[in-house]
């Protein structure tokens, strides 16, 4: 589901944080629990005196977002990893005069981005973060990013922490759409340290076991997941 706030976010919430990058979530009272990451890589020290690149994935614009982008370094680009999710990367991105980046594949994205656009394929421009498709259908295109060295795995929508994503304990939930067909393929092959979501805060302790079950569970789960997203729906 596309979600558009016209005002930029006047608070943000901390989340995710680490050495190699950080989460946040703007407008913390949101259902939905949008969330937005910053990944650092080594970069061009004439660039920051830190000599650190922060890119920025999906972001959500908030007050004070660019001071705590800047503990980690220097924006070096901005990066659309989901279809729906152009956010507000082109703020971001015109404000620190970086392109947008997205996956080859999206070819109607870029006409919603008032902003200068580059591309990449199975590595984000030199980051050494290499991009995995999730999805690809004519309704929805997904990327997701993973980071060998530091054990990272950002995956924007197809699993989330977010109570409309779980059934009953799971830390980690496929979403709601694809969990007749989860994505098991393209995620299975991972065993990361930390999976960081589009939707909620990440899981950040034994997320390996968190991302199999999830995928495990997915279909298993789903009665429950659409029961509890009727419920949602019925006056109170």
Do not use: C
Not at 161 to 186: C, I, K, N, W
């Amino acid at each position: 589901m596309a979600f558009r706030v016209d005002e930029r976010a006047s608070e943000f919430q901390v989340i995710d944080r680490f050495d190699g990058g950080v989460g946040w979530i703007a407008h913390p009272d949101e259902r939905m629990q949008r969330a937005s990451h910053a990944l650092v890589v080594d970069g061009d020290q004439t660039r920051s005196a830190s000599g650190k690149d922060v890119w920025v994935f999906d972001p959500v614009d908030a007050e004070g977002l660019d001071q705590l982008l800047a503990e980690y370094g220097e924006v070096a680009g901005v990066v659309v990893l989901l279809d729906r999710h152009t956010r507000d990367a082109a703020a971001i991105a015109n404000r620190h005069d970086v392109p947008v980046y997205l996956p080859a594949t999206y070819e109607d994205v870029s006409e919603e981005i008032d902003a200068p656009v580059a591309r990449f394929t199975s590595e984000l421009s030199d980051t050494g973060f290499e991009a995995h498709t999730v999805v690809d259908n004519r309704f929805w295109q997904e990327v997701a990013i993973y980071d060998p060295e530091r054990g990272t795995l950002l995956v924007p929508e197809a699993v989330g922490t977010v109570s409309y994503f779980l059934a009953g304990d799971e830390r980690l939930g496929v979403h709601p759409m694809l969990r007749p067909v989860p994505p098991t393929d393209a995620l299975s092959g991972f065993a990361p340290e930390r999976v960081l979501v589009g939707h909620g805060a990440g899981v950040t302790e034994s997320a390996a076991v968190a991302l199999e079950e999830a995928l495990l569970n997915a279909r298993r789960g789903a009665p429950r997941v659409y029961a509890g997203a009727v419920r949602r729906l019925l006056p109170v």
